[in-house]
Each structure stands twice: as structure tokens, then as C-alpha cells.
């Protein structure tokens, strides 16, 4: 299957500093990213879906000005996680879909995220 | 709206033993259907997919029907192996709309030797 990667696989920082993230369609040319959020022991919550050269449509209840997505280019996404809180701390995946709506995500391996 | 139902786990086995993970779906249109594996640490993998009533997923031995008439998708394993512990996560994404991916809430199997 086609491989997303994600950059970094884990990182920790200091409260109030700001975190990007990284996610590229190693293979294949990824027309669509979501970003998705994940809880311990809990299923994965879509934060955002980013087209190629256009905003991220954010999902309800998630701060857009608190997580910078930009999508520059067919293989890369970033998500900024902008003056993070302990409370931001969570694994962070994206994935990645090469046409339509139908086709298969491929996901990252997610980004830890360890804010104190 | 549109959802995913998964069973409650975790669903602990021994080696050999036959894996059933049961999964529904409520949808409005005419949904395609995975399901990913989640290891420890790690990303979601997709396992397997189905687009169509009466199409059947397989992949390293796991397997799912779609079945419209009891809006199902339940994954079987004849033989689970210990290095088959993970967390499991039926998903669909609705047609025509814009492609996301609606999760169930995983279920955790545990194979123990």
C-alpha cells in the first residue's frame, strides 16, 4: 500500500511553545489530508481536512487559530500546534488520500505529543 | 447520522482460537467499509475494504462481508497468532460526501500464547 510518513515521531516541549508536525505521501500524490486527534484507548477525532492550495475546513469545536494546518503542496502537510498546553498533549495522526472521496486514507505512523 | 458500531472489547484469545469482531453501520447512502489495525505505538494500517453489498475484504488471513441487509461488516480470523494483538477500528465513508472517514470506537484484542 501506498506509505505516509509523519515528522516527528514524538516530540516534547514547553508550554507555550509552538509545534509543527509534518506528514508526506511518500508515493503517491495526496490530493486530500486529514489531521486527526487521539485520546489513550480511544478512537481516532478528525480535527481537520486539507485540500492542495486551499483552507483546511476545520471540524466543529476545534480552534483553528490553535492548530495551523497548511497543505503547499500534493505530498505535504503541516499542523502547527500553536502556544501548546499540557492539554494539547495527544498522539497526533494525519492521512492522506490520492482522488476521490471514495479512495482508500492512508494513514501516518502519528506524531506523540508531550506538552509540560 | 452516519455511524459505526463496534463491539466492546478488549477480546482476549488464546493462539489458534477463532477471531469474530463484530461491526454495524447506520448510513444514509451507500457506504464503503475497512477496517484499519492499530499496533501499539503506531499509526492506523488499513486491513482490509469492501465497497460494495456482498463484497468480502481479505488480507493476512482476516476477512469481512459487506452485508446490506443486516448492515454489517463483521472481521473473522480462523487462527489468531499472538502477533495479531491490536486495536481494531471498523470505519465507512458515505458516498458523496467529502470522504471522511467515520471510525467505530475499537476494539481491543489480546492474544495470548
Known amino acids: 500500500g501506498a506509505v505516509v510518513s509523519q515528522h516527528p515521531s514524538w516530540v516534547i516541549c514547553k508550554s507555550g511553545t509552538s509545534v509543527k508536525i509534518e506528514c508526506r505521501s511518500l508515493?503517491?500524490?495526496?490530493?486530500?489530508m486529514f489531521w486527526y486527534r487521539q485520546f489513550p484507548k480511544q478512537s481516532l477525532m478528525l480535527m481537520a481536512t486539507?485540500?492542495?492550495?486551499?483552507?483546511?475546513?476545520?471540524e466543529q469545536g476545534v480552534e483553528k487559530d490553535k492548530f495551523l494546518i497548511n497543505h503547499a503542496s500534493l505530498t505535504l502537510s503541516t499542523l502547527t500546534v500553536t502556544s501548546a498546553h499540557p492539554e494539547d498533549s495527544s498522539f497526533y495522526i494525519c492521512?492522506?488520500?490520492?482522488?476521490?472521496?471514495?479512495?482508500?486514507?492512508?494513514f501516518g505512523p502519528g506524531t506523540r505529543l508531550l506538552v509540560l | 447520522g452516519d455511524s459505526v458500531t463496534q463491539m466492546e472489547g478488549p477480546v482476549t484469545l488464546s493462539e489458534e482460537a477463532f477471531l469474530t469482531i463484530n461491526c454495524t453501520y447506520t448510513?444514509?447512502?451507500?457506504?464503503?467499509l475497512f477496517w484499519y489495525v492499530q499496533y501499539p505505538g503506531e499509526g492506523l494500517q488499513l486491513l482490509l475494504k469492501?465497497?460494495?453489498?456482498?463484497d468480502k475484504g481479505s488480507n493476512k488471513g482476516f476477512e469481512a462481508t459487506y452485508r446490506k441487509e443486516t448492515t454489517s461488516f463483521h472481521l473473522e480470523k480462523g487462527s489468531v497468532q499472538v502477533s495479531d494483538s491490536a486495536v481494531y477500528f471498523c470505519?465507512?465513508?458515505?458516498?458523496?460526501?467529502?470522504?471522511?472517514?467515520?471510525f467505530g470506537q475499537g476494539t481491543t484484542l489480546q492474544v495470548k500464547p
Open positions: 492521512s492522506a488520500r490520492a482522488a476521490g472521496p471514495q479512495e482508500t486514507q492512508y
Open positions: 508515493d503517491f500524490q495526496a490530493t486530500t
Open positions: 486539507s485540500n492542495e492550495g486551499s483552507k483546511a475546513t476545520y
Open positions: 448510513a444514509t447512502g451507500y457506504p464503503s
Open positions: 469492501a465497497t460494495k453489498a456482498d
Open positions: 470505519a465507512l465513508i458515505v458516498s458523496g460526501n467529502t470522504g471522511k472517514l467515520i
